[in-house]
């Protein structure tokens, strides 16, 4: 092995770390997002390099009474998502429980619990953020979760580091979790009260990682590689969660494993969103063989997709408002080629002003 091969080789085993069985390399995640963490992009994520890519939130309810279009979300790329990592959220225990029972059989191999959801209608409900405020309830559903799945599945949870800024409780919601068994913990360095304004605090995510020994992963604005190396080296943290820097941008993932910055072509972008339309469009629409919603529906849910990929493109905007008004694939394919063949990087739009245009906040539920 050459001197070049070994140096390598020792960081890529420095960088890994594993949540139970299963290895996590490189350590950069995709994050649960809503409408964005399907099968079709995580698959992408896996593709271009990411360690892990868990699904978006699953309600454990809708599991439990068997919802169809709830069991939908359980469809994973068997091959390529390895290890399949599922999120639920919900706030009690046997019906947690008896969701993770159902996700195992499924084959997830990594259940996360979202501790973390600031939405009104998940907290209501005793889930997402509110579990942050009942640490021992927090406890005891991961575990009675572990208990219900056994040692092959491990059971993960995302918080956010407080309900506001008077209750920056978690290093007590870490030691709480791992004590119940928690095979790792990713904090979005946020309290609940922010939701997705302001900026995250990194400096707790390293003092979470100082308090407790199983694997925390970081998350909060990270919009960039950059961004993603800069707070791991900062907090020493175990893993990164992308979640911003990944829409419309796969290509981070590459990146981030190679170590090369990525320029994509204007033909590897289009081919890829398209790809990635036609798989959308797929997912949406069938289930082992069942006719679920209808094309227009599919398409709607795409939009976002494409406001996302044509950042950073001449012309966007007019693209953008283009695209609401389409709602077959081959009204969609025929756009964005024409788009593709008279556009061109627009360096305006890697300005601060253009960047508030684009709005990534439903992809956070």
């Known amino acids: 092995m050459s001197g070049l091969l070994f140096l390598i080789t020792c960081f890529a085993i420095y960088l890994m770390f594993y949540i139970g069985p299963y290895r996590i390399n490189p350590p950069y995640l995709l994050a649960p997002m809503a409408g964005v963490s399907e099968m079709p992009f995580r698959v992408l994520a896996f593709e271009y390099g990411a360690g892990l890519a868990t699904t978006e939130l699953i309600s454990a309810k809708g599991l439990h009474h068997r919802n169809k279009r709830t069991e939908q979300y359980l469809t994973f790329n068997k091959e390529k998502e390895q290890p399949y990592s599922l999120q639920l959220f919900g706030g009690e225990e046997d019906i947690m429980a008896n969701a993770a029972v159902l996700a195992a059989e499924a084959g997830a191999q990594i259940i996360d619990v979202n501790m973390g959801c600031p939405v009104k209608k998940v907290t209501k409900t005793g889930a997402g953020s509110a579990l942050l405020c009942d640490l021992k309830r927090a406890h005891d559903l991961i575990k009675t979760m572990r208990k219900a799945v056994g040692d092959k599945v491990s059971i993960t949870a995302k918080i956010r580091s407080g ?40 400096d707790l995510i390293g ?20 961004d993603a190396k800069r707070m791991k080296n900062y907090t020493n943290c175990d893993g990164v969660m992308i979640g911003r820097g990944a829409l419309g941008n796969p290509w ?20 890829l969103i398209l790809r990635h339309l036609e798989a959308h469009l797929n997912f949406h629409q069938t289930l082992n063989g069942f006719h679920l919603v209808s094309e227009l529906k599919a398409i709607r849910s795409f939009r976002s997709h494409l406001v996302w990929y044509s950042k950073g493109l001449q012309g966007a905007s007019t693209f953008r408002e283009q695209i609401m008004h389409l709602d077959t694939f081959e009204s969609v394919k025929s756009s964005l080629i024409q788009f593709f063949n008279t556009t061109r990087l627009d360096s305006y739009a890697f300005s601060s002003e253009a960047e508030e245009a684009i709005d990534y906040r439903q992809a956070f539920g």
């Open 163 to 202: 309900w506001d800024t008077h209750q920056l409780n978690f290093i007590d919601m870490g030691k709480a979790l791992e004590d119940a068994g928690c095979a790792a913990l990713a904090m979005h360095a946020r309290t609940r009260a922010q939701g997705y304004s302001g900026k995250a605090n990194w």
């Open 207 to 226: 003092e979470l990682k100082n308090a407790v020994k199983m694997p925390i992963i970081g998350n909060g604005d990270v919009v960039t590689a950059d």
């Open 252 to 271: 981070i993932f590459k990146e981030l494993k190679t170590g090369i910055r990525q320029n994509p072509s204007l033909q590897e972008k289009q081919n």
